[in-house]
């Protein structure tokens, strides 16, 4: 079995068909995941920011938390589509928009799937997870393309604008605060929030450290820089985590807008040269 060091951590997606009573996070893991506290609270996702954040899911029925950040583009962590059971390309199959309970503001399948191929490399699967690599983490973002634009009806989210030192800038100003929202085990079916919850660092390689609280299925979930007006941007996403018995030596690990906005940048132009004639409507 493989040995896992602080620098690997752990991702942060979970199957549905594994969950079950006598796999859930205990109460004593889940405090020491948190930091000690769960400061989560769950919302009806009826509105931006809230409702472009949704569920995907993959042809193995793993999920993970994914943001509409176009019509018919969400965004999410690369390392949901490889299966830890079989070391395979798992593709997405369908996104739920603002799911909330048995209800959703759509359902939508997916035709397109971006991962950068340097990722699965550096991914290892342990106790039913997967083991991201430092040296990969980099590239733990993916890029879904959905079959209907309900990005158009519903909204999306615009990405934080600049470089690296941009964010360090805005993250400073903010004094380091963020918003985290996503689909976690232990209510997979409803929006979870922890709002103004620590950023740490933002590290060379693009990835951000925070001390949000983020469980099996936050997966892909956006980190928000939210303004005074309500007004929010992702200025990460949610990658990995330490085991709990590791928690008072690691935090949490996102990846910050900068570190993918090219390869992002590339696909969206590639959507729209794809079909000519069809223009993005602005959020």
């Known amino acids: 079995m493989l040995t896992r060091s602080l620098a690997a951590l752990t991702a942060t997606l979970f199957s549905l068909a594994a969950i079950a009573p ?39 029925h793993s999920i993970c938390t994914a943001t509409l950040i176009a019509d018919d583009v969400v965004l999410t962590a690369g390392h949901c589509f490889k299966d830890p059971d079989t070391g395979r390309f798992d593709p997405a199959v369908s996104f739920a928009a603002a799911l909330n309970g048995k209800q959703a503001a759509a359902r939508v399948a997916t035709s397109r799937v971006f991962v950068d191929r340097r990722l699965f490399a550096g991914l ?15 590239y733990d973002y993916a890029f879904v393309r959905l079959a209907q634009p309900i990005g158009r009806t519903l909204g999306y989210l615009p990405l934080v604008d600049g470089d690296r030192a941009t964010l360090q800038t805005r993250l400073a100003d903010a004094r380091w605060r963020v918003t985290q ?103």
């Open 22 to 60: 006598a796999h859930a996070i205990g109460k004593a893991e889940k405090r020491q995941l948190f930091f000690g506290h769960d400061d989560r609270h769950t919302l009806v996702p009826d509105a931006l920011p809230w409702r472009a954040i949704g569920q995907i899911e993959t042809a193995s």
């Open 124 to 138: 290892t699967a342990e106790g039913g997870g997967l083991i991201v690599d430092p040296k990969v983490a980099r």
């Open 181 to 283: 929202a996503g689909y976690p085990i232990d209510d997979p079916s409803h929006l979870t929030v922890h709002e103004q919850c620590r950023a740490i660092r933002l590290l060379p390689d693009g990835r951000l450290s925070h001390r949000c609280d983020t469980l099996p299925g936050d997966s892909g979930s956006p980190l928000l820089l939210i303004d005074g007006a309500g007004k929010a941007a992702i200025v990460a996403l949610q990658s990995s985590a330490p085991d709990a018995r590791d928690r008072r030596r690691a935090d949490n690990m996102a990846l910050s807008v900068p570190a993918f906005r090219s390869a992002l940048e590339r696909f969206l132009a590639e959507g729209r040269a794809a079909r000519p004639g069809v223009a993005s409507a602005a959020q």
